[in-house]
């Protein structure tokens, strides 16, 4: 019989752990599973133009080139400002429940891993960080903050939609 030993309380810094491993690899399962084989431009073309969540929270993996980790950190900065300085309704409230998280951790090939958690989604906005920039600032800086974000990146962003279960605090 095969037992693994594990904590009877963790702390929260390893369920996140946990939660993210299950998500990445649940996420990389059901991606290499429904997918067909497309052209590349036929995948660039039907990128979507607006990420919303669609259940009650959300979490994106972003793997970051390890000498990129101050750009991406930088485009945060603007993206927390241009959320706090918008005017458009639901913006304040996604910078309310949208969280930066790092790991201390290196992620595979040595990238640095940092995780957005939206707890609560905010229903029908749109979480595209470029969008949210181009409403704040004018089109020359976005272009610039734009190239860096997305040079920081060593591969893409994995979206999780997530639904409540259970209210542990409650």
């Known amino acids: 019989m095969l037992r693994i030993a594990a904590p009877v309380a963790g702390s929260r810094l390893a369920w996140i752990a946990v939660g993210l491993l299950v998500a990445t690899l649940s996420a990389a399962t059901i991606m290499h599973a429904q997918q067909p084989a497309a052209a ?67 992620a595979a090939g040595g990238n640095a891993l940092y995780v957005f958690i939206i707890d609560p989604a905010i229903k029908d906005a749109d979480y595209t960080v470029s969008n949210i920039l181009a409403e704040a600032f004018p089109p020359a800086e976005v272009n610039e903050l734009y190239k860096q974000y997305a040079g920081a990146y060593a591969s893409g962003q994995n979206f999780v939609n997530l639904s409540l279960v259970a209210d542990l605090g409650k």
């Open 40 to 106: 590349p431009a036929q995948q660039a073309a039907a990128a979507p133009t607006t990420r919303s969540f669609a259940g009650d929270g959300g979490m994106v993996l972003n793997f970051i080139k390890p000498d990129k980790t101050k750009d991406f950190e930088d485009v945060m900065a603007k993206l927390k400002e241009a959320l706090n300085k918008s005017e458009k309704p639901g913006r304040k409230e996604q910078a309310k429940s949208w969280k930066v998280f790092k790991s201390p951790e290196p």
